[in-house]
């Protein structure tokens, strides 16, 4: 099993993560932001990952410190279940429709963190989500787990509908990226290392 654990504790937070890469889509996540709640928990669900999160915060300034250290957490439980990347196929993709929302994830787990995030949310929250806070999710998990991360929201009038799809979609390209080829014994790359 590809699994890790992770704790974080700041003045601000506090995060403990339980991750596995080869699960059945068990989820199991409390961090206190409701929203993030529901889309931490749709990322396992279709990634066929198992994830269980218990987060404290300083929610009575905002989400940010949560959703970010949550993000920071999950980017390290990712790194460090996959440990040296030997075997995985590497390179994941993913287009999601949420009603009229359409949304692509493409992963390159390569040990380069890099982030092109594009999405247009018509609204400045969902709920008491500021939906800002979407895209400083997905950079802490991107810079904590060495992957380059390309999302894109092609189109979309239901800001809910818009980041589900692309919590939807990144958990398939990740599933996709992580998977095992068996014809592969070392890293998939040229220069024989990522």
């Not at 040296?84 to 949420?98: A, E, N, Q, T």
């Not at 799809?165 to 998977?179: I, P, S, V």
Request: aromatic share 8%; hydrophobic share 45%.
């Amino acid at each position: 099993m590809r699994s890790a654990e992770f704790e974080r504790q700041t003045k601000e937070t506090r995060v403990f993560i339980s991750f596995s890469v080869d699960g059945s889509g068990r989820a199991e996540v409390k961090t206190g932001v409701g929203f993030l709640d529901h889309m931490l928990t749709l990322f396992a669900v279709h990634g066929f990952f198992d994830l269980k999160i218990e987060a404290e915060g300083d929610l009575h300034v905002d989400a940010h410190h949560t959703v970010e250290d949550v993000g920071i957490c999950l980017g390290l439980a990712i790194s460090r279940a996959l440990g040296d990347l030997k075997g995985i196929r590497r390179y994941g993709f993913s287009i999601i429709p949420m009603e009229e929302a359409l949304a692509r994830a493409v992963v390159d787990i390569c040990n380069r963190p890099h982030l092109v995030f594009s999405a247009s949310f018509p609204t400045e929250k969902v709920g008491a989500f500021d939906t800002e806070l979407v895209e400083e999710f997905f950079r802490a998990v991107v810079v904590n787990s060495c992957v380059t991360l390309h999302l894109n929201v092609e189109y979309g009038r239901n800001s809910h509908h818009m980041a589900e799809a692309l919590f939807k979609a990144f958990a398939r390209a990740m599933d996709q990226a992580t998977g095992i080829d068996s014809r592969l014994k070392e890293v998939l790359s040229s220069k024989g290392m990522l």
